[in-house]
C-alpha cells in the first residue's frame, strides 16, 4: 500500500496539470514542434512543403483542415503494412475502430503508445481531482468493460476498439491498481467471446465483492444502465449463483467459468441478504445504493448522446453521486473532468495542452431569427484565444499521424482553467440531415424528447431510448422519431407525444418550413419492447463492443440494417397535428 502510494501521488499529478495549463500557449507551442520533428520525414507532411518549419502559423497556412474521408487512403495504406513512414516516423502499433453507430459503419483510426499514455495520463489527471472530493480506500470497480475481438489487418496490424487497445495494455492494470480500484472482474471476463455471458459475470463479480466495491463505471452511461436493466432480469438467477456456489448454466465459454470458478463459493448469507434487499425496493429505486453500500460514486462519460440515460440512472443509483468521465474520441482524448462535483449535465473539460495541438472553429450564426441561418466558418483560432460563451468545432493535430483533423464535435468555451479552457461538449456537427432550411442538431431532438417523455409520466412510463429518420420518401419530407416505451401508453397519450415533439423543435428553419409545410408533420413511431436490444446486438456483431456503443441518433440510408431493424419492430404510428 506505502509502495503504491510512493509511485502515486494525486497531489503531484495535481501540481504537474496546473503548471502545465498556467502557460497553456507555450505548453501548446511546444506539443506541436515536438509533432512535427518527430514526424519530419513522414511522406503526408513533407508533400506540404513544411521545410523543417514547426511553429503553429506555417504549419496551419501550409497544412490543410482534413476529415477522416481525406486520410482513409493513407490510414488504409499503413493497415495493409506499407513500409513507408506516411503518417508518422515511428509505427503504428495498432488500428483502433469507431463504433460506427454515427455514420453507419467503423472508422481505422491509427494508435500508437503515445495515445496509450496520453489516456493514462487523462485518467490520472481526472482521478486526482475526484480524490479530493470523493477519497477512496484500497478497493476495487465494479467496470462494465469489454474487450472486443482484435482482428489482424493485412500489413499484421492488431486491429479493434480504442478502449479495447487500451484494457489489454500494462501501463491500464497498472494506473487502475495505482488508483486503488482494480476492476473486480477477471480478464476471462472482460475479453470474454460473449457479451451477455460478460455481463452476467461482471454483475456477480460485483456481488461477491460488494463490500469491497468502491466506484461503479463504464465507458458511456448507456452501459452502466442496460446492465442494471439486465440485473432486473437475472438477479434471482445471480442470488441462486451465489447460494450455491455454481456457476449458471448460462455461461457456455470455459475460459470464463474456470476463471468464475475461483472466486465463486457457495455463501447464503451473501445471497439471502441480496435478496432481501431486491425484494425491499420499490420499482428498482435506489438498487446500486443497495447493492453496493460503500460506494462514493457512479462514473462514466454522460455528456452528449448519454444525457437522455441519467434520469434512468440517477433512479438506480439513488443517492450515489453520478460523476461524468472525460473528453475524448476514438481519434484521442482531449480534456479531463476536473470538477467533479457538477452534475454531469453542467460537466466540463480542461483542455491537457501537452497531449495534442488543438485548434477551434468559430461556429457564428448569422441571419435574422426569422430567415434561415446560416454558418459562416472563419479561420480556425489556438487553444488560447477562444472565447468564453463561444462555440466551436474541434480540430486536433495527434501525435498518431492525425494533422489538422476535424473531429465533427461542437463545444462550448464556458471559462478557463488558468490558460486553458474548460470546454462543454453540445453535440456532434451535421449529424441530423436536413429537409429544407432546418438546422435541428442532435441536442435539439434531445430536448423535443425530453419534453414529450414528460407527459408519459402521468401513466408511470418511460422512454426506453429513441432514435430518428428523415423520411424523404413521399413529399414533402417530414421527421421520425422512433420510441420503445417501457410499457404501454394510450392513443390519446401518444398522440399528444407526437404533437409534443413537433411544436419544441426550436430551430428557426424548422419551425417556419413547417409553417409553409415544406417540411411535412412528424411522424411518431412506437417499437416493439426490445428493438433498441436488436439494434445494440447488431452492433457487437459487426465487432463494436457493449462499453463503446451509442445508440444513433439519426439513422440514414446508409445504415440500411438498423432502419430494416425499426421498421419491421413498429407497432404503432401517430402523425403531428401542431401546425393544423
Known amino acids: 500500500m506505502l509502495e503504491a502510494e510512493k509511485r502515486f501521488d494525486p497531489e503531484e499529478v495535481i501540481a504537474e496539470f496546473e503548471a502545465l495549463t498556467k502557460d497553456a500557449k507555450r505548453v501548446q507551442v511546444e506539443t506541436l514542434k515536438k509533432i512535427l520533428e518527430e514526424n519530419s520525414e513522414a511522406e503526408y ?10 511553429d503553429p502559423e506555417s504549419y496551419c497556412s501550409c497544412v490543410p483542415l482534413v476529415t477522416h474521408k481525406d486520410l482513409e487512403p493513407l490510414i488504409q495504406q499503413i493497415a495493409d503494412g506499407s513500409p513507408h513512414p506516411i503518417l508518422t516516423v515511428k509505427p ?15 472508422k481505422f483510426v491509427p494508435f500508437n503508445d503515445e495515445l496509450t499514455e496520453n489516456t493514462m495520463q487523462i485518467y490520472r489527471t481526472s482521478y486526482a481531482f475526484r480524490n479530493r472530493e470523493f477519497p477512496i480506500g484500497n478497493g476495487k470497480a465494479l467496470s462494465f468493460i469489454y474487450g472486443s475481438k482484435q482482428f489482424k489487418t493485412k500489413g499484421g496490424l492488431l486491429a479493434g476498439t480504442a ?6 495494455s500494462e501501463q491500464f492494470k497498472k494506473t487502475m491498481k495505482d488508483m486503488q480500484t482494480p476492476c473486480c472482474s477477471p480478464d476471462e471476463v472482460i475479453f470474454g467471446p460473449d457479451f451477455q455471458q460478460s455481463l452476467y459475470c461482471h454483475l456477480l463479480c460485483g456481488l461477491i465483492f460488494r463490500n469491497e466495491i468502491q466506484v461503479i463505471s463504464s465507458t458511456f452511461a448507456h452501459s452502466i444502465v442496460h446492465s442494471f436493466r439486465s440485473f432486473e432480469l437475472v438477479w434471482e438467477e445471480l442470488c441462486s449463483d451465489i447460494k450455491t456456489g455454481t456457476l449458471s448454466a448460462r455461461i457456455t465459454d470455459p475460459t470464463i467459468r474456470t476463471a468464475m470458478a475461483k472466486m465463486l463459493k457457495p455463501d447464503p448469507e451473501l445471497a439471502d441478504k441480496i435478496h432481501e434487499k431486491c425484494s425491499s425496493l420499490t420499482n428498482w429505486y435506489g438498487l446500486i445504493e443497495e447493492l453496493f453500500p460503500n460506494v462514493k460514486y457512479i462514473y462514466g462519460i454522460m455528456t452528449g448522446s448519454m444525457e437522455p440515460y441519467l434520469k434512468k440512472l440517477r433512479h438506480y443509483a439513488g443517492g450515489i453521486p453520478l460523476l461524468s468521465a472525460d473528453y475524448g474520441s ?13 452534475p454531469p449535465e453542467m460537466a466540463t473539460f480542461a483542455v491537457l495542452p501537452n497531449i495534442g495541438y488543438f485548434e477551434f472553429i468559430p461556429l457564428r450564426e448569422i441571419g435574422s431569427p426569422e430567415s434561415a441561418l446560416v454558418r459562416v466558418e472563419p479561420r480556425p483560432v489556438g487553444l488560447t484565444d ?6 466551436y468545432e474541434v480540430v486536433v493535430t495527434s501525435f498518431a499521424g492525425l494533422y489538422r483533423y476535424r473531429l465533427g464535435d461542437v463545444v462550448k468555451v464556458v471559462g478557463f482553467h488558468n490558460s ?3 470546454l462543454q461538449f453540445v453535440c ?11 438546422k435541428n442538431t442532435e441536442k435539439d431532438l434531445q430536448l423535443s424528447v425530453e419534453a414529450a417523455a414528460k407527459l408519459l409520466t402521468a401513466e ?16 414533402p419530407g417530414h421527421y421520425v422519431i422512433f420510441w420503445e416505451v417501457s410499457g404501454d401508453a394510450s392513443d390519446e397519450i401518444l398522440q399528444d407525444c407526437c404533437n409534443c415533439l413537433d411544436s419544441t423543435f426550436v430551430d428557426a428553419g424548422y419551425v417556419s418550413s413547417r409553417k409553409v409545410q415544406a417540411i411535412g408533420p412528424l411522424e411518431l413511431k412506437v417499437l416493439k419492447k426490445g428493438s433498441f436490444q436488436k439494434i445494440l446486438d447488431h452492433y457487437v456483431g459487426l465487432g463494436s463492443t457493449l462499453n463503446q456503443f451509442k445508440t444513433p441518433r439519426c439513422v440514414g440510408p446508409v445504415n440500411q440494417t438498423v432502419l430494416n431493424i425499426l421498421c419491421n419492430n413498429v407497432v404503432k404510428s401517430y402523425i403531428s397535428g401542431a401546425f393544423g
Open 386 to 391: 477562444v472565447e468564453v460563451g463561444e462555440e
Open 45 to 54: 507532411l513533407k508533400k506540404w512543403g513544411l521545410d523543417g518549419k514547426t
Open 460 to 475: 408511470k412510463l418511460e422512454v426506453v431510448d429513441f432514435t430518428s429518420q428523415v423520411d424523404l420518401s413521399s413529399e
Open 92 to 106: 503504428i502499433t495498432t488500428i483502433t475502430l469507431s463504433s460506427g453507430t454515427t455514420q453507419g459503419k467503423r
Open 163 to 168: 478502449t479495447t487497445n487500451v484494457y489489454r
Open 330 to 342: 476514438s481519434e484521442g482524448w482531449i480534456g479531463a473532468n476536473v470538477n467533479p462535483t457538477r
Open 428 to 438: 456532434r456537427r451535421n449529424l441530423m440531415p436536413t429537409i429544407n432550411i432546418d
Open 420 to 422: 486553458t479552457p474548460e
